[in-house]
């Protein structure tokens, strides 16, 4: 029980506890890791100056869920944000819209052992992260309440200072355009086990080292899309870009493929799929180049997010490979 008589030592050991959860749940909100580190520093804090506000009706974790939710949307109006359109430029066959994930500029992958306690792993895929950046922030703030947390109306409604009545009508308009970002061939894929997505990783760093493009060709699906946020894996423009279709992401990674450059490649996971960090040596040195997150369906592989070595850090992933050192 959080009392205004408690010193900041046993105040840190009640909610501590719930640090992991609660940078999930930002993490959910806003996309990036980096962001919601910092608005868990800000909900702790103003738990600390509000704990004389604290009257016990709700649980410890259900009060800091609340000042996270609003920390978050506080930020929000402070940063507002703007998912670019699908007007940016992209060479993508139209059969595979809607936006691919890298439309979100500041989307970061997250590392699986981050997310052992997320309450569903659907919830923290790249897919559903990017796509839940569409909606306002009221409309996300709802959606992750009731359908991911598992709050009822009159909670959400609580914690947002509104009315269940209108919880509900955020909600449904919430679930309808979620629906409209995500790809609706998501649920047509069947779920690879981990045994059959090591096998297809292995396959597919095994021809990317050997810049084997029959093999490869092999491991990835003819309808495979590719996504490139900004400064990641040799895209240098200022926006996310991304392509489709086997021959054109062959064709897009012929500069490595078939030039002079070796590849060094570690696996990881995040996000709860396959990743592979990739290391490219030129000038004689090995350099980090960039995390490409996978998603392997039917025994290849349907998605490659490419993001910047920037993340590496916070995979653990060193700043060479360990053979180069």
Not at 170 to 198: C, N
Not at 230 to 243: I, L, N
Not at 244 to 250: D, I, S
């Amino acid at each position: 029980m959080v009392t205004d008589t408690m010193d900041e030592t046993e105040f840190a050991e009640l909610t501590e506890r719930h640090r992991r959860e609660l940078r999930v749940h930002c993490y959910r909100f806003l996309g990036s890791l980096d962001e919601a580190e910092d608005l868990v520093q800000e909900t702790f804090l103003r738990a600390w100056r509000g704990r004389d506000q604290y009257a016990g009706r709700a649980s410890v974790r259900a009060w800091l869920y609340r000042i996270a939710t609003n920390a978050c949307l506080d930020f929000l109006d402070r940063t507002p944000r703007v998912v670019p359109s699908v007007d940016l430029p992209v060479a993508v066959d139209s059969h595979l819209a809607p936006r691919p994930a890298a439309a979100v500029p500041w989307l970061q992958p997250a590392p699986d052992d981050l997310l052992e306690d997320a309450i569903s792993r659907e919830t923290v895929e790249l897919t559903f992260l990017a796509a839940v950046q569409y909606l306002s922030p009221r409309q996300r703030a709802v959606l992750i309440l009731r359908d991911v947390v598992g709050w009822s109306a009159k909670e959400t409604a609580i914690a947002l200072e509104t009315t269940p009545a209108s919880v509900n009508s955020s909600l449904q308009r919430a679930r309808a355009e979620l629906k409209e970002q995500l790809p609706s061939r998501r649920t047509e894929w069947r779920v690879a086990s981990s045994g059959e997505e090591r096998a297809v990783v292995s396959r597919y760093i095994s021809a990317i080292t050997a810049a084997d493009e029959t093999t490869l060709a092999k491991v990835l699906r003819d309808d495979v899309r590719c996504s490139h946020q900004p400064g990641a894996g040799g895209h240098d423009g200022p926006h996310p870009t991304w392509y489709g279709g086997r021959a054109t992401v062959l064709e897009g990674w012929a500069p490595v493929l078939r030039g002079p450059m070796e590849l060094s490649m570690i696996p990881t996971r995040a996000n709860g799929v396959p990743a592979v960090a990739t290391y490219l040596r030129h000038d004689g040195r090995f350099h980090a180049f960039a995390l490409n997150v996978l998603r392997v369906a039917d025994g290849q592989v349907a998605e490659v997010t490419t993001f910047a070595p920037a993340v590496f850090p916070a995979f653990g992933l060193p700043p060479v490979p360990p053979e180069a050192e």
